[in-house]
């Protein structure tokens, strides 16, 4: 089941690539203004529907990783135009602090915490690339920082998770901690070179080993080794994207070169 779906995705996500590829990303800075009305629907739907859509019991689809797109290419203009005035208080900091928190809090009340969380991040790097200086992010680290840990506390099942991390997991075996203990387990058993493909025993385990427990199970079949080379890959493809977004030559490309990369490099490190 899971090789068919993947295999299909794959091959969806190919032609995706291959379309977009032909497409000059010039042409989402003329339509910008579109782009962000459509994310904010799809997003003011969302919170009233929930986060998922044709949800099933082993495949669904989640409308906010396009909206997360669509709000990169509209912060990116929006960055783009300000230019030096993204250092003023007023015109640069204060407008992008409302714009992101608006978006964000549609993406909570979804409720995702952690994609907002990703978003404000990746918009952040997008800021400081853009201009801003060290007292701005200071700024925006201290106020945005309160904000995430208020909209953390705000929720029971949040407020657990990061108890749970501040406790130990290995203070609740069998109950809280028990998927990141396992997930522990997992890779105590891969050792340096693992246990071998498919040989998994944590699999049987792990709740949704084949998303939230992938990186374990990983781990397990391939080791240290296996799961360090995960990590150099990510690192390879994030060093290769920061160095297209240098050689772009206008600010508006470069800025969204940035977004897409932080995007899927901190989403990896989370």
């Known amino acids: 089941f899971f090789v068919r779906r993947q295999a299909i995705f794959a091959g969806l996500g190919l032609v995706a690539m291959l379309v977009l590829s032909r497409i000059d990303y010039r042409l ?26 044709l949800r099933g019991a082993r495949s669904s689809v989640q409308p906010v990783e396009i909206a997360k797109v669509g709000a990169m290419i509209y912060i990116a203009v929006w960055l783009a135009s300000k230019g030096i005035e993204i250092r003023n208080l007023s015109l640069g900091m204060i407008p992008f602090a409302l714009l992101l928190g608006g978006i964000a809090g549609l993406i909570v009340a979804q409720p995702d915490f952690s994609t907002a969380v990703l978003l404000v991040a990746t918009a952040t790097a997008m ?20 904000a ?33 203990v396992q997930s522990l387990v997992a890779l105590n058993r891969g050792g340096w070179l693992g246990v071998g493909l498919g040989q998994s025993q944590q699999k049987f385990t792990l709740y949704a080993p084949h998303t939230d427990g992938m990186f374990a199970i990983i781990g397990e079949e391939f080791g240290f080794i296996g799961a360090v080379g995960v990590v150099a890959l990510y690192g390879l493809w994030t060093w290769r994207g920061l160095r297209m977004a240098r050689r772009v030559a206008d600010p508006f490309g470069m800025l969204l070169a940035v977004g897409l990369v932080s995007w899927v490099a901190f989403q990896a490190m989370l």
């Open 127 to 146: 800021f400081f690339v853009a201009g801003a200086d060290m007292k701005q992010l200071l700024i925006a680290f201290l106020f945005g920082g309160v």
């Open 28 to 53: 989402y800075r003329r339509y910008a203004v579109h782009i962000l009305v459509l994310t904010l629907l799809i997003l003011v739907m969302m919170a009233f529907v929930g986060r998922w859509f």
């Open 148 to 180: 995430l840990v208020l909209v953390a506390l705000t929720a029971r099942y949040r407020f657990e998770r990061i108890d749970l991390w501040l406790a130990s997991p290995f203070s609740d075996v069998l109950g809280r901690g028990f998927q990141p």
